[in-house]
């Protein structure tokens, strides 16, 4: 089976989530369902991160002239039926296609973190679900690139084009 991609902008990010697709690109966030994509979310996304402990998903958008770089957590149903539970507000500048990452340490699935760069300082910080900012922040030599943790969530990894940082949480 093959179904094409809509809209001129390739697709960067995709996550299997409830027996569907979710994938992103600069226009947007669209679920692949019955042989076709419905936009979900519209904006320049950059990255789509899903925690298999809690089943919620992350969404990051570039900012625009208009507002700043958004981060919001999600509960996506089977039918791409769309529950914001938390928005985190970025800067007003962003440069590179940078990746978020949504994850739970192992001994508290119920208050998920969000690790993300930041261009303005070339930090790395993580908010936690009850939106306490910069749990951690970590600086780096040039702008993050991209964010993952261990399966228990209790070490991050954060790389920049020069570096790889790892971090005990």
């Known amino acids: 089976m093959i179904i094409e991609i809509p809209g001129q ?17 600069m226009d947007g966030v669209f679920f692949a369902r019955d042989h076709k994509f419905e936009n979900l979310l519209k904006g320049p996304c950059t990255s ?10 992350l969404f990051s958008f570039r900012s625009t002239s208009e507002k700043k770089a958004e981060h919001l957590i999600l509960r996506v149903s089977e039918e791409g039926e769309c529950e914001i539970l938390k928005t985190f507000q970025g800067h007003q500048s ?3 296609l940078s990746k978020s990452f949504l994850f739970s340490s192992s001994s ?9 760069g930041d261009e303005l300082t070339d930090k790395c910080n993580i908010w936690d679900f009850e939106g306490k900012r910069e749990i951690l922040t970590c600086q780096h030599p040039s702008h993050i690139l991209d964010v993952c943790t261990d399966a228990k ?12 940082h790892l971090h005990s949480l």
Do not use: F, W
């Open 94 to 96: 962003q440069l590179t």
């Open 108 to 116: 508290n699935i119920s208050n998920p973190k969000v690790a993300s």
């Open 48 to 57: 789509i991160s899903k925690d298999p402990k809690s089943g919620l998903i």
């Open 153 to 164: 969530g209790l070490r991050l990894a954060s790389l920049c084009s020069e570096e790889l």
């Open 9 to 25: 902008k390739p697709i960067h990010s995709l996550i299997y989530h409830n027996q569907n697709y979710l994938m992103a690109n």
